[in-house]
């Protein structure tokens, strides 16, 4: 009898001795998948092994380019299924070049490590029952939930004491207002499940419109707009294919799709501009939520410091673009603890705002200089001591105390250990504390201004 082969193989190559290790991590909760390494390239060549049928094929890049692309083209002419090439900070691929031989997906290994499970997922479904394990669960922001209609998905709790989903209200019910209130009291995400994306932005869609809402996209839908699209601006900058001005413009226009789809072009009241900080606010530290948080929180910062439309846009197109260089560091960090890295390291991190601006530079985005100012300042401090240069601003460009400010508020607000750290007002008092205690974080008249706005809005 001939035995029946796994359904669920994926078959990867690695370059690196952690590659295997990483991949067992992304695909952790998946405990029906099994894990194969591939056969030497030469014998593939020669024959497919026909125990070998996997589903999904995972190539290590990080080594020579052009094994890279021998390993590329053998993959994908004995397996017609999806290839994810992985690189990092020295990978040199012609993304182009893979792309026309078979890669359907490129990822950073380390910059997207939030993103890769959701790729994998998209590329090949798979689930794994009633108790979904927390990488098939995407976050619903709780604005976009409403009591008036009935749920067209599941919507599940997950409870990280022992990795349990549960499911709160089914397809079909009600969302009743005591479970809004309780996760928003608790600080609990609430889930629906990543197979069910399409039936939850419909949800979301006619809930807008049932609120009349001068909205036409709710928190969740823009949240996982805007992630794709940062992952799209990223591997644009490891493309290693000749720069010409057409790769800086392909940059830009995507950044101005994002702050198209965030609305912020659509303000017509502080109201508008501080709900938009709101609800951007309390969310967990990554690259990509850093990226969209302090492009909101910038643009809503220079909103209700009345600045004008022009200056709002480079706000928020210098935030889109502030933390580049950190995927271009040996090992990407978010807000590290300076004290306790090897001092190589560090000097590494203290030096990405700058290593930004260069690749900004060397893929010859169209920019007004401010946007490049901005990105190159948003770490440094009003009374100097940040970094790069660890001047004060007098040195600075004019705006750049608004996106240090922003930034200052997003390390303030967000979570840490999936605990908030402060709410916007009480991370807006803690500033003006420390501002009477003579320790300026922030440009002392902007804080002010926006306490003081901040203050009548809640009114």
């Known amino acids: 009898m001939t035995p029946s082969i796994p359904s669920n193989q994926v078959l990867f190559v690695a370059a690196h001795d952690d590659f295997t290790v990483k991949a067992r991590?992304?695909?952790r909760d998946f405990a029906s998948l099994q894990l194969i390494p591939s056969p030497p390239l030469d014998s593939l060549v020669e024959a497919v092994p026909p125990e070998l049928q996997p589903k999904l094929l995972l190539l290590d890049?990080?080594?020579?380019?052009?094994?890279t692309l021998e390993w590329a083209q053998t993959l994908k002419m004995a397996f017609p299924v999806p290839l994810v090439i992985f690189y990092n900070a020295q990978s040199q691929l012609e993304f182009s070049v893979l792309k026309k031989n078979g890669a359907d997906v490129l990822l950073h290994i380390d910059y997207d490590a939030e993103f890769i499970v959701d790729k994998l997922i998209e590329l090949a479904p798979w689930d794994e029952g009633s108790s979904p394990p927390l990488a098939l669960l995407n976050p619903v922001a709780i604005e976009d939930l409403t009591t008036e209609m009935e749920l067209n998905f599941d919507l599940y709790i997950h409870l990280p004491s022992n990795q349990k989903s549960i499911l709160v209200r089914h397809e079909g019910a009600p969302i009743d207002e005591k479970i809004i209130e309780k996760a928003k009291s608790t600080h609990q995400n609430l889930y629906f499940k990543k197979s069910q994306l399409k039936r939850f932005l419909e949800y979301s869609r006619t809930a807008l419109t049932l609120r009349d809402s001068d909205v036409s996209v709710g928190i969740t839908d823009k949240v996982l707009k805007t992630r794709q699209k940062i992952q799209e601006i990223i591997s644009q900058f490891f493309d290693n294919q000749a720069v010409d001005f057409k790769a800086g413009k392909a940059i830009l226009e995507t950044c101005e799709k994002i702050i198209e789809d965030l609305e912020i072009k659509k303000w017509t009241t502080p109201?508008?501009?501080?709900?938009?900080?709101?609800?951007?606010?309390?969310?967990?530290?990554t690259f990509y939520n850093?990226?969209?948080?302090?492009?909101?929180?910038s643009a809503?910062?220079?909103?209700?410091?009345?600045?004008?439309?022009?200056?709002?846009?480079?706000?928020a197109l210098a935030a889109l673009l502030h933390n580049v260089g950190l995927a271009f560091m040996t090992h990407p960090i978010l807000d590290p603890e300076l004290t306790q890295m090897p001092e190589a390291d560090k000097k590494e991190y203290l030096n990405y705002p700058e290593k930004s601006v260069n690749q900004v530079k060397g893929k010859k985005l169209p920019l007004p200089p401010s946007v490049t100012e901005l990105i190159l300042q948003h770490r440094e401090n009003v009374g100097g001591g940040g970094f790069p240069k660890g001047t004060d601003s007098s040195h600075h460009h004019p705006l750049s105390r608004i996106i240090q400010f922003a930034y200052v508020l997003m390390q303030l607000s967000q979570l840490e250990n999936d605990k908030p750290r402060h709410t916007l007002s009480g991370a807006l008092e803690y500033l003006n504390d420390q501002m009477i205690s003579g320790k300026s974080l922030v440009d002392g008249t902007s804080l002010l201004t926006i306490r003081k706005k901040v203050s009548s809005l809640k009114k």
């Open 61 to 67: 890049g990080r080594g020579d380019a052009q094994k």
């Open 290 to 297: 850093d990226v969209t948080t302090l492009c909101m929180m």
């Open 300 to 315: 809503g910062l220079a909103y209700l410091l009345e600045k004008k439309t022009e200056e709002i846009y480079e706000v």
């Open 25 to 27: 991590h992304w695909l």
């Open 271 to 285: 109201e508008q501009a501080f709900q938009s900080i709101v609800h951007f606010s309390g969310r967990p530290r």
